[in-house]
């Protein structure tokens, strides 16, 4: 799904994001990324979605070779994305319905398949009851079931989660999770970049940790590193 | 379809969220569009009035008042007897009075009705036009020298004063049409600029699930286009009342009889009204397409 081939960063102020980066994430895999901040995992997610290019190297994903996405290709490219975000990023004017929905329109899905669609993707996160709601008057667990339901309306083949459980309850990271997890067994890769070690133990999936600009740790091995 | 309906509903819904600044626009939009509007028509004017005054390629002679209508018609004929004269015709001051009263209609005619017979303050003239318009100066000179003349209306005068005053009509409005157009466009730009910050987090959505540029730019510059068309619609109406009241009264106070806006009216109002939405989309385009290329590019903000 995702490749990186000596991918390597450096800003125009001479920061060097990412150092000669080599990483291969599956169809249908569960990546957890972790780092400390400043560590390259922005970059790392800035790249995968275009936001930025790679100074050196090349990026894979699905089946298209970024080098050669060009500039007005990038939306086509992101509809096979869902990206969830840490502050959820939901519309505050807008109903959880409206919300969701919006993605849809923004790809020119018809009023028909909106309808038909949007209540199945709620009823997905649990949300039913609370299509007719604003934000505000949700909790920040819900919010974020808000924000992956958003993710998710337009059936994309990868997730790119940045912190999504950063701004809830810690008791309610889990039940997120759960719900990345439940998607992931559904066939959507995910990749979600958290601080919370507690919840990369408790899930077990793979994880790749970024350092200084370099994956210094994959998978098993992290664990060890951090008992 | 379904995408047009909702970025239009979008663009509308962004002027009234950003009603202050669309007001600002809007008023600006209206004097420029006011003045382009006035100076166009002033032009038009002075164009019609000279044509009046070229075309008939005459003067008007008229006879020291009080002079018999027998010694005006001798005057007539010493006219005749010059070079260079074409036509000459009298114009008794009756005849005169007549007119006058035609031109202003049946209303204000009442007051001019006790000034006919002997109480009629018009002098007897002639209307002669001329063969050879390079000669003219010299013919209405050879005319003044004539005894019983009293004036000459000439109107190359006229005609001259009427080209400087369009002249400076059309420079003036065009450098006042041009810097407003400008502040216009700056200000309806900014304006949607300002609509575009409030919807920061919508575009930067609209761009994390794959919205193409064009879907970010569409409900601005629909925005862009009813403010235009508003201003545009707004003014069109104003300047065709506005000239309707100050030609009804310049045509009560003098003889001067302006163009009648009836059959330009809907040629005004398209007018404006492309003018405005042009002036609008263009608005948009430039304050949408420096926003995604300098600020939302591609921008996802991880």
Redesign the interface.
């Known amino acids: 799904m995702i490749e990186f081939q000596n991918v390597s960063k450096v800003y125009s102020n001479g920061t060097k994001a990412l150092k000669n980066v080599n990483l291969h994430v599956d169809d249908g895999e569960f990546v957890f990324i972790v780092g400390s901040s400043g560590a390259g995992k922005?970059t790392f997610?800035?790249l995968i979605?275009?936001?930025e290019r790679p100074s050196q190297g090349e990026i894979v994903v699905g089946d298209q070779k970024l080098s050669q996405v060009k500039?007005?290709e990038?939306?086509?490219?992101?509809?096979m994305?869902?990206?969830v975000?840490q502050d959820f990023?939901l519309?505050q004017k807008m109903t959880v319905y409206e919300n969701v929905a919006?993605?849809m329109?923004?790809?020119?899905?018809?009023?028909r398949e909106i309808r038909r669609r949007v209540p199945y993707i709620l009823g997905l996160v649990n949300l039913q009851g609370k299509a007719d709601c604003h934000p505000r008057e949700l909790s920040g667990g819900e919010q974020q079931r808000v924000g992956l339901a958003?993710a998710l309306i337009?059936s994309p083949r990868l997730i790119i989660a940045?912190e999504p459980t950063g701004n809830i309850d810690p008791a309610l990271s889990f039940e997120i999770v759960d719900l990345f997890s439940e998607i992931n067994k559904r066939g959507t890769t995910i990749l979600m970049v958290t601080h919370e070690h507690s919840l990369v133990k408790h899930f077990g999936h793979r994880v790749v940790e970024i350092h200084n600009g370099s994956v210094v740790a994959d998978s098993c091995n992290w664990e060890a590193r951090h008992e | 379809m379904n995408n047009i309906r909702y970025l239009f509903r979008e663009g509308v819904r962004n002027i009234w969220s950003n009603r202050t600044m669309s007001l600002a626009s809007i008023g600006v939009l209206v004097s420029c569009l006011l003045l382009t509007g006035a100076a166009v028509l002033f032009s038009m004017n002075i164009s019609a009035a000279m044509a009046t005054v070229e075309g008939t390629n005459s003067v008007r002679v008229y006879m020291d008042k009080g002079l018999p209508v027998l010694s005006s018609l001798k005057v007539g004929e010493q006219i005749k007897k010059l070079d260079n004269i074409k036509s000459c015709q009298f114009i008794s001051k009756d005849d005169a009075l007549q007119k006058v009263m035609g031109m202003i209609g049946q209303k204000d005619s009442t007051l001019l009705k006790d000034m006919t017979g002997k109480d009629n303050p018009l002098p007897d003239a002639f209307q002669v036009s001329f063969q050879d318009l390079s000669k003219y100066k010299n013919t209405v000179a050879q005319i003044k020298q004539i005894q019983g003349v009293s004036s000459v209306n000439d109107y190359s005068d006229v005609a001259a004063k009427l080209t400087n005053l369009d002249h400076l009509v059309t420079t003036v409005g065009f450098w006042i049409i041009l810097l407003l157009s400008l502040v216009s466009l700056f200000i309806i730009s900014n304006t949607i600029r300002v609509t575009m910050f409030s919807h920061r987090l919508e575009i930067n959505i609209m761009k994390s699930v794959g919205a193409t540029n064009w879907f970010v730019r569409v409900p601005f510059i629909v925005e862009g286009v009813f403010i235009g068309l508003l201003s545009g619609l707004l003014s069109s109406m104003i300047l065709c009342l506005l000239y309707d009241k100050l030609t009804g009264t310049l045509t009560s106070i003098t003889l001067f009889s302006p163009l009648d806006i009836g059959p330009l009216q809907w040629r005004i109002t398209l007018l404006f009204l492309v003018a405005g939405a042009l002036f609008g989309a263009i608005g948009g385009v430039i304050s949408i397409g420096k926003y995604l290329k300098k600020e939302g590019g591609e921008i996802v903000e991880w």
């Not at chain 1, 990038?74 to 509809?79: E, N």
């Not at chain 1, 329109?105 to 009023?111: E, F, K, L, N, T």
């Open positions: 922005s997610l800035k979605t275009c936001e500039r007005g990038v939306p086509y490219l992101r509809r994305m869902g990206m975000f990023r519309i919006f993605a329109h923004v790809v020119g899905a018809s009023s958003r337009n940045d």
